[in-house]
């Protein structure tokens, strides 16, 4: 059974940081590409940030870019989101998703497999 499980959500002043993780099990992990994507009350799902199987190309969407940072760790089976300089606009529900062979892409529909989400607040 495929899971992925994301933690390091929380609350955070205007311009801290906080590192989201997403651990992956049930699958082979360096096979599939990686999103984060956020859902804010009342709007709809969008694209954050992804990475490719190898970790070779990342892509982000321009409101986080200069600003977030994606990794993954093959050893560990666990991708990171890396957010820095967070805006109260950045508060949402932050979800990671993978991708069988995929090359990182912006689109929901590439995605396979999601985890349940967790809730980011950052306050002004």
């Known amino acids: 059974q495929v899971q992925l499980v994301e933690s390091g959500g929380g609350l955070v002043q205007a311009g801290g940081s906080l590192r989201l993780s997403c651990a992956a099990s049930g699958l082979t992990f360096r096979l599939h590409a990686m999103g984060w994507f956020r859902q804010a009350p009342s709007q709809e799902r969008e694209f954050v940030a992804s990475i490719n199987w190898s970790g070779s190309s990342t892509h982000f969407a321009n409101s986080v870019k200069g600003r977030f940072t994606i990794s993954r760790d093959h050893a560990k089976n666990t991708g990171y989101l890396q957010m820095n300089s967070l805006k109260p606009e950045d508060t949402a529900v932050y979800y990671c998703?993978?991708?069988?062979?995929?090359?990182?892409?912006?689109?929901?529909?590439?995605?396979?497999?999601w985890g349940q989400g967790t809730q980011v607040t950052v306050s002004s």
């Open positions: 998703a993978a991708d069988f062979g995929g090359a990182g892409t912006e689109a929901e529909t590439s995605y396979e497999y």
